[in-house]
Nanobody, 118 residues
């Protein structure tokens, strides 16, 4: 079973940037679709972005034009480049993957915390 580990979070001022990483314990080349989710205190987990094996991306409306998802199969790592950060982007960010059938590939990990504040 593949496991994912998120990193790259931190404290940043509004308008700033961060790049999150999602490192897999094994190959991601054949993972059908990979995802970034986030969860703010008191809120449900919400989809931020996803990317298919072929590189097709999808974004939540709230992050379109500001965030970019990518994957490096050679490094078994997925990324989330976050620009023009806003206080409402403050949350714990999580990654995971799925195949066309079946559930999530990994249990949800600890995530990486992103705080956008002046």
């Amino acid at each position: 079973q593949v496991q994912f580990e998120e990193s790259g979070g931190g404290l940043v001022q509004p308008g700033g940037s961060l790049r999150l990483s999602c490192a897999a314990s094994g190959s991601i080349a054949n993972i059908w679709r990979m995802y970034w989710y986030r969860q703010a205190p008191g809120n449900e987990r919400e989809l931020v972005a996803s990317i298919t094996k072929g590189g097709v991306t999808n974004y939540a409306d709230s992050v379109k034009g500001r965030f970019t998802i990518s994957r490096d199969n050679a490094k078994n790592t997925m990324y989330l480049q976050m620009n023009s950060l806003k206080p409402e982007d403050t949350a714990d960010y999580y990654c995971n993957g799925r195949q066309p059938t079946g559930g999530w590939l990994d249990n949800w990990g600890q995530g990486t915390q992103v705080t956008v504040s002046s």
